[in-house]
């Protein structure tokens, strides 16, 4: 018995607005498919953000369609929760999950926590709020009774643990349920596979880098998912990669090697079969930096898909390493001004929309606040509906509220 573990597709994600961007996610989450049912599982996890937005696009959702006909086809059935992209937190509110459910989707959520996969007990919850701590770990303390029952268990969770999650982090690690044979993670976009209780705790990461900061984990893991061999005595874990469809380049140049350093980038990306996004740090600045942008984008302009440059001036570049908040350059700027209100979907926003602004695409930038926009907030008049499906059960929490529940991205921390 072995099953297939991914968490984190964001399907309907367009970085940067660009279209581009959105097609990327779709691509790896086909090759994801395909490598699942070369792998001959029996049955697949997804540990939630199946989507970017819990109102997905038509081409989102028929992306899925096709991945999930797929499996269907080849008889590897699908447990799937809500991830905090998943779901608005509002009454009588429902993931996009429960439209694939007449195709053969097993949705996990509060009201069927629970299935039996032959003797495989899976569990599992939607994501849950810090706020509604309290009736997470109650939940999850049931889960764990049932599970003492049975000889093979799995939770499915989507939520950031203080020891691989250092900002705004839902559960304890000692918080856990200790009692199952494999923890099915979701919620950090990086790989972690680490042994808990009588088994092994798995993020497989997300299937694209969703964020730059993404990177380091990318470069020594890959992008994925996992596949768990359940026949032993313990779950033995396979890292399974697939290729990104568009490289991220990071490079550092100095000013007074500019003309080569160019030069060397172009020698790379011209073999690329689609245009990078590029990442580029001129040191030792010494003229205004908007020449220098327009040097980089007169030359790179049409090989990237999108320059994303940060300046450091000359004689400068000590203080910035002692002072952080004295980082020069319009990215740096931005983040430093922003830093202290402790959003970081706020400092991407801004950052995203400097560089589309900075390029003279007015379309794009619209669409990104627009989307940013729809993911974050609602309908005020429905302010007083705010609940979880959980709190529909259980007592109405004292202030009602209506928010969209994609606040906690920080997934390199």
């Given at each position: 018995?072995?099953?297939?573990?991914l968490a984190d597709?964001?399907?309907?994600?367009?970085?940067y607005?660009l279209f581009e961007?959105?097609?990327?996610?779709?691509?790896?989450?086909d090759?994801?498919?395909?490598?699942?049912?070369?792998?001959?599982?029996?049955f697949v996890?997804h540990?939630?953000?199946?989507?970017?937005?819990a109102?997905?696009?038509p081409?989102?959702?028929?992306?899925?369609?096709?991945?999930l006909?797929k499996?269907k086809?080849a008889?590897?059935?699908m447990y799937?929760i809500?991830?905090?992209h998943?779901v608005?937190?509002r009454?009588?509110s429902i993931?996009?999950h429960v439209i694939?459910?007449?195709l053969?989707?097993?949705?996990?959520s509060?009201?069927?926590?629970t299935?039996?996969?032959?003797d495989i007990?899976?569990?599992?919850?939607p994501?849950?709020?810090a706020s509604?701590?309290?009736a997470l770990?109650?939940k999850?303390a049931?889960?764990?009774?049932?599970?003492s029952?049975?000889?093979?268990s799995?939770?499915v969770l989507?939520?950031?643990?203080d020891k691989y999650f250092?900002m705004n982090?839902?559960l304890?690690?000692?918080?856990i349920?200790d009692?199952?044979?494999?923890?099915?993670?979701?919620?950090?976009?990086?790989?972690v596979?680490?042994?808990?209780g009588?088994?092994?705790?798995?993020?497989?990461?997300s299937?694209?880098i969703?964020?730059?900061s993404?990177?380091?984990?990318?470069?020594?893991?890959?992008k994925g998912?996992?596949?768990?061999d359940?026949?032993?005595?313990k779950?033995?874990v396979?890292?399974v990669?697939?290729d990104?469809?568009?490289e991220?380049?990071e490079?550092?140049i100095d000013y007074n090697?500019?003309?080569?350093?160019?030069a060397?980038?172009?020698e790379?990306?011209?073999?690329?079969?689609?245009?990078?996004?590029?990442k580029i740090t001129?040191?030792?600045v010494?003229?205004?930096t908007?020449r220098?942008y327009?040097i980089?984008?007169?030359?790179l302009?049409?090989?990237?898909l999108?320059?994303r440059?940060?300046f450091?001036?000359?004689?400068?570049?000590l203080e910035?390493?002692?002072?952080?908040?004295k980082?020069?350059?319009?990215e740096?700027?931005?983040e430093s001004q922003?830093?202290?209100?402790?959003?970081?979907e706020?400092?991407t926003?801004?950052?995203?929309l400097y560089?589309?602004l900075?390029k003279?695409?007015l379309?794009e930038s619209q669409?990104l606040?627009?989307?940013y926009?729809?993911d974050h907030?609602?309908?005020?008049a429905?302010?007083s509906?705010f609940k979880?499906?959980e709190?529909q059960?259980?007592e109405?929490p004292?202030?009602?509220?209506d928010?969209?529940?994609?606040?906690?991205r920080?997934?390199?921390e």
């Amino acid at each position: 018995m072995k099953f297939a573990h991914l968490a984190d597709t964001h399907l309907g994600y367009r970085q940067y607005g660009l279209f581009e961007r959105e097609k990327d996610f779709y691509e790896v989450f086909d090759k994801v498919i395909d490598k699942i049912i070369e792998e001959k599982v029996d049955f697949v996890i997804h540990s939630g953000d199946l989507f970017e937005t819990a109102r997905p696009s038509p081409m989102a959702l028929l992306t899925f369609q096709k991945g999930l006909l797929k499996l269907k086809g080849a008889g590897i059935p699908m447990y799937a929760i809500a991830g905090n992209h998943d779901v608005v937190m509002r009454k009588g509110s429902i993931p996009p999950h429960v439209i694939f459910k007449k195709l053969g989707l097993k949705v996990i959520s509060t009201i069927n926590p629970t299935y039996l996969h032959g003797d495989i007990f899976i569990a599992g919850l939607p994501y849950y709020p810090a706020s509604h701590g309290k009736a997470l770990k109650s939940k999850l303390a049931e889960l764990s009774k049932k599970a003492s029952s049975h000889d093979k268990s799995i939770l499915v969770l989507h939520q950031g643990i203080d020891k691989y999650f250092s900002m705004n982090y839902e559960l304890e690690i000692g918080e856990i349920p200790d009692n199952f044979d494999y923890y099915a993670l979701g919620h950090i976009h990086k790989y972690v596979n680490d042994a808990y209780g009588k088994g092994r705790l798995v993020y497989p990461g997300s299937g694209e880098i969703w964020k730059t900061s993404e990177l380091p984990d990318y470069k020594k893991n890959g992008k994925g998912f996992v596949v768990v061999d359940f026949d032993g005595s313990k779950p033995v874990v396979k890292r399974v990669t697939v290729d990104v469809p568009r490289e991220f380049m990071e490079k550092t140049i100095d000013y007074n090697d500019l003309e080569s350093g160019i030069a060397s980038i172009k020698e790379v990306i011209k073999g690329f079969d689609k245009k990078p996004i590029l990442k580029i740090t001129i040191r030792e600045v010494e003229s205004d930096t908007s020449r220098v942008y327009d040097i980089i984008k007169e030359e790179l302009g049409d090989l990237a898909l999108m320059i994303r440059p940060t300046f450091v001036m000359a004689g400068e570049e000590l203080e910035l390493i002692e002072v952080e908040s004295k980082k020069l350059g319009p990215e740096q700027l931005l983040e430093s001004q922003l830093e202290g209100y402790g959003n970081s979907e706020v400092t991407t926003l801004a950052i995203d929309l400097y560089h589309l602004l900075s390029k003279e695409k007015l379309e794009e930038s619209q669409e990104l606040i627009n989307q940013y926009f729809d993911d974050h907030y609602v309908n005020e008049a429905e302010d007083s509906e705010f609940k979880t499906e959980e709190l529909q059960i259980e007592e109405p929490p004292k202030k009602k509220e209506d928010v969209q529940v994609t606040f906690s991205r920080e997934v390199e921390e």
